[in-house]
């Protein structure tokens, strides 16, 4: 099991686009991805679920990977909010 921690750093929280780009970086892997916010786990891989979470900037997520590919599974979805997610 690998977890990262990330920030909502968004001035538009992770609203639709962001969130598809999540979904669909999590869904290149087997692992199951799981964020979890104030206490509320959701399945990484599901738009509704990440929609649902509402996450507004500054929020702190964790993110899980538990799988067999869980380490390139963090890696990516790191990469993802330092580098994409982080200029909306």
């Known amino acids: 099991m690998e ?8 001035k538009s929280g992770l609203h639709a686009r962001p969130a598809s780009l ?19 786990a959701i399945d990484g891989k599901s738009i509704l679920g990440i929609l649902g979470m509402a996450a507004l900037n500054g929020d702190r997520l964790e993110i899980i990977a538990d799988g067999r590919d869980e ?18």
């Open 71 to 88: 380490v390139d599974a963090i890696n990516e979805i790191k990469i993802l909010f330092n580098e994409i997610l982080i200029h909306e």
């Open 3 to 10: 977890k990262l921690t990330v920030v909502v750093n968004s």
């Open 22 to 40: 999540l979904v669909k970086t999590a869904n290149n892997f087997v692992s199951n991805i799981t964020i979890k916010k104030d206490g509320r």
